[in-house]
T-cell receptor
């Protein structure tokens, strides 16, 4: 099974940087995903890491350390529209399905 | 990107009735689809894996007789909540991997919010 932990809530001001950490313990690993979910909507894909290191996509970056069971999502130049829940998800190696963390609610203030 | 469409978006029903939710992959074929359930302020919990042409695989604790899944074609999976009760009220979301599955993306439908009175 999977055990995925991430902080419940974070608050930051517009233009700032926020880092959302995710730790996981898995019986198998085949990739870590970050999704953004606005209230009442379905999640949208942000990033994917399968090898150690940093993946950068515009204002969003994601980092993975497989040996430490650790990832983070970095949001730069925060905008009000970035207020949402951010979900860390791990893909199981044997069955190719995603297990999600509880999500981190990010609130961006002016 | 790939599109997954879910219908209906909202449904309100009386206790004891059955509700069907459809999930369609609009521009790609999906031999596998996943059904999730999300309670308020909680994360997505995988309910079952829908397999085209064969029986669905249910997660531990999910009643297969209550949540009927049918994957009739390469573009359609349905979830039927049978004899719904108020505790079944939740946000149900389907998802499907596209051809880019090995590199990352799992596409989600818009979700269906079920309220059982």
């Amino acid at each position: 099974g999977q055990n995925i932990d991430q902080p419940t809530e974070m608050t930051a001001t517009e233009g700032a940087i926020v880092q959302i950490n995710c730790t996981y313990q898995t019986s198998g690993f085949n990739g870590l995903f970050w999704y953004q979910q606005h209230a009442g909507e379905a999640p949208t894909f942000l990033s994917y890491n399968v090898l150690d290191g940093l993946e950068e996509k515009g204002r969003f970056s994601s980092f993975l350390s497989r040996s430490k069971g650790y990832s983070y999502l970095l949001l730069k130049e925060l905008q009000m529209k970035d207020s949402a829940s951010y979900l860390c998800a791990v893909r199981d190696q044997s069955r190719y399905k995603l297990s999600f963390g509880a999500g981190t609610t990010v609130t961006v203030r002016a | 990107g790939a599109v997954v469409s879910q219908h209906p978006s909202w449904v309100i029903c009386k206790s004891g009735t059955s509700v069907k939710i459809e999930c369609r992959s609009l521009d790609f074929q999906a031999t596998t689809m996943f059904w999730y359930r999300q309670f308020p302020k909680q994360s997505l919990m995988l309910m079952a894996t829908s397999n085209e042409g064969s029986k669905a695989t249910y997660e531990q604790g999910v009643e297969k007789d209550k949540f009927l899944i049918n994957h009739a074609s390469l573009t359609l999976s349905t979830l039927t909540v049978t004899s719904a009760h108020p505790e079944d009220s939740s946000f149900y979301i389907c998802s499907a991997p596209s051809s880019g599955w090995n590199t990352g993306e799992l596409f989600f439908g818009e979700g269906s919010r079920l309220t059982v009175l």
